[in-house]
């Protein structure tokens, strides 16, 4: 199976590669950079140049593939409501690009939370 994955030199993405190359899965990767490009290369992951801003490339990866793994989200929390925006609208290019196809599209997502009641983490080191 040729499996797309965002967010492929992530955190969570760089782990599902592994796991989809160890199980004997081809992978197109995400790289918005030249570095990400070529750690993927490293791992014989075929590279996809592109971004989550760019809803048509997105499709075209999902469109090559027979699914999508969505791991990749812009992490600049002083603009998390556009974020939230882009990572939406990337999720709705690669839903449509696989309309009707039959092939899984799964994401992963993650939320940030100060829990009532309880403490929240201090920003300063102890003194």
Known sequence: ???FVTGAT???GSAVVQELLGAGHEVLGLA???ASAERLAALGVAVHRG???D???LAAGARACDGVIHTAFIHDFAQYEANG???RLALEAMAAAL???GKPLVSTSGMTANTPGRRAPSRTSPT
Do not use: A, K, Q, Y
């Open 1 to 3: 199976m040729r499996v």
């Open 10 to 12: 992530g955190f969570i």
């Open 51 to 53: 971004e989550l801003t």
């Open 32 to 34: 918005r950079s030249d």
């Open 55 to 57: 809803p048509d490339s």
């Open 99 to 101: 309309d009707r196809s």
């Open 85 to 87: 925006e882009t990572d």
